[in-house]
C-alpha cells in the first residue's frame, strides 16, 4: 500500500520514511550493515566530519515505471563515483557492490513511499559516509558510517520546466587543492555564500568559470552544462574539475545512440556560449532545467529557445531519458537495476 501522501504538492525537501540502511567501519573493516529505524546519530563533539568535513555522498533515486516496477537508474555509476569521493578525503571505500546491495535494501524497505507511476514523484536515495571518531590533529579518522536512507520527492518542476536565468560569478566552490570533482559537503558548504547571494540578486544559479583564467565554463554548484548548437550538436565541458555528472554522462549516450547527433566532450570558452542555440544544466534532481539567459556583468546572452519553455532539442533528451529511466523506453544494457517486480 502506497503511503496516503498528496504526491503532486510534494517538494524537494526531507521527509522522514520507515527505515534506513548504516554500515560502520571500525578496526580497519566494514560490518555487514543493517537497516534500523532510528534516523538520528549520536556523536562525539569532536566527529572528525564535525571539525573537518571528512564526509562524501551521493544522490539518485528510485522511479516507479509504466508496468509497475520499481527501478533505479545506473547505480553502479553511484558506487563509483562515492568510491573516488572517498579516496579523495582518505576515506575507506565502500565495496561497490555492497553499496548496490544497501540502495537495493532500503528501497526494498520503503516501498510504500515510492512514489506511483505518473505522478511525477520519485523516492531520492541519499548514500554517504562520514568520519565519525574524535579527531583533533588534522588527521583522517579512524571509524565512520556509510548510511543511505531515502526521501520521497516532488516533480522538480510544477506545471512544466521554465528557463531560468543564471549568472558568472567570481566566487570559487571548490574548497582549496581542487577537490571540485568529488562530491562532497565540503563543496557544497563553500557553495553556500554564492548561491544566496545569487539568489538575492534575483539569479536562479552561478556559472562557475575555471579558476585559473576565468574563461572556460565549468559547471553550476551542483549541475553540468550542455549546450545545443545551431546545427544541432550537443556541446558539453570537459575539465577535471567538474563533477562528472551521471545524468550528463547519460545524456550523451542519448543523443548519440538515440537521436543521432554528434557529441563533443571538450573545453567550452565562455566567448562560444553567444553562438549556442540552447543551454540547460542536468542533475539526477531535475533531468535537464532550461537556461534562457546568462547573465555577465553588462553582457547578457539570450538564447534563441527563449524564456518561455525548454528549447525543442533539450525537449527531446529531456524526454528520451526519462521515458528510458520510466520505462517507456527501452534502456541500452545495464542501465536499469530492477528492486521490485
Ligand atoms: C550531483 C552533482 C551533479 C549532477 O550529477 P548527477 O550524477 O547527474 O546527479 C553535478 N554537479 C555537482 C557539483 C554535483 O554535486
Known amino acids: ?14 521527509v522522514e520514511t520507515d527505515k534506513r540502511f548504516v554500515s560502520e567501519f571500525k578496526n580497519g573493516e566494514w560490518d555487514e550493515g543493517k537497516l534500523t529505524e532510528d534516523a538520528t546519530i549520536t556523536m562525539s563533539e569532536c566527529a572528525c566530519v564535525l ?10 533515486k528510485a522511479y516507479r515505471t509504466e508496468d509497475g516496477k520499481v527501478v533505479c537508474f545506473r547505480p553502479d555509476l553511484n558506487a563509483s563515483r562515492l568510491a573516488d ?10 565495496p561497490e557492490d555492497k553499496f548496490i546491495d544497501a540502495v537495493v535494501e532500503t528501497v526494498k524497505a520503503n516501498l510504500d513511499w515510492v512514489p506511483p507511476y505518473g505522478s511525477g514523484a520519485t523516492l531520492y536515495l541519499r548514500p554517504y559516509m562520514y568520519g565519525k571518531n574524535a579527531v583533533i590533529g588534522v588527521k583522517p579518522a579512524e571509524e565512520y558510517e556509510f548510511r543511505v536512507f531515502c526521501t520521497p520527492v516532488g516533480p522538480y518542476f510544477k506545471g ?3 528557463p531560468i536565468t543564471i549568472r558568472t560569478t567570481d566566487f570559487d566552490r571548490a574548497a ?11 563543496n557544497y558548504a563553500m557553495s553556500l555564500y554564492a548561491i544566496v547571494d545569487a539568489h538575492e540578486k534575483g539569479f536562479d544559479e552561478n556559472m562557475y568559470l575555471d579558476a585559473a583564467t576565468r574563461t572556460k565554463v565549468e559547471e553550476t554548484g551542483g549541475a553540468n552544462f550542455i ?3 545551431k546545427d544541432g550538436k550537443l556541446v558539453t565541458p570537459k575539465s577535471d574539475s567538474i563533477l562528472p555528472s551521471i545524468t550528463r554522462r547519460s545524456l550523451m549516450v542519448v543523443a548519440e545512440k538515440y537521436l543521432g547527433m554528434e557529441v563533443e566532450h571538450r573545453e567550452v570558452y565562455f566567448d562560444e556560449l553567444k553562438d549556442f542555440a540552447e543551454c540547460g544544466l542536468c542533475g539526477t534532481a531535475a533531468v535537464i532545467s532550461p537556461v534562457g539567459k546568462i547573465v555577465d556583468g553588462d553582457n547578457v546572452i539570450e538564447f534563441p529557445s527563449g524564456m518561455e519553455e525548454m528549447g525543442p532539442i533539450t525537449k527531446k533528451l529531456y524526454d528520451t531519458l526519462t521515458g528510458i529511466q520510466m520505462g517507456r523506453i527501452e534502456a541500452p544494457e545495464g542501465w536499469i537495476k530492477v528492486i521490485s517486480e
Not at 51 to 60: D, I, M, N, P, S
Not at 85 to 94: D, E, F, Q
Request: no cysteine.
Open 1 to 14: 500500500m502506497s503511503k496516503n501522501i498528496d504526491w503532486s504538492t510534494l517538494g524537494f525537501g526531507y
Open 51 to 60: 571539525q573537518y568535513a571528512q564526509t562524501v555522498f551521493e544522490g539518485l
Open 85 to 94: 569521493s572517498a579516496a579523495r578525503l582518505k576515506m575507506p571505500v565502500y
Open 160 to 162: 512544466g520546466a521554465k
Open 176 to 186: 582549496p587543492h581542487g577537490t571540485g570533482h568529488i562530491k562532497a559537503g565540503l
Open 227 to 229: 549546450f545545443i548548437t
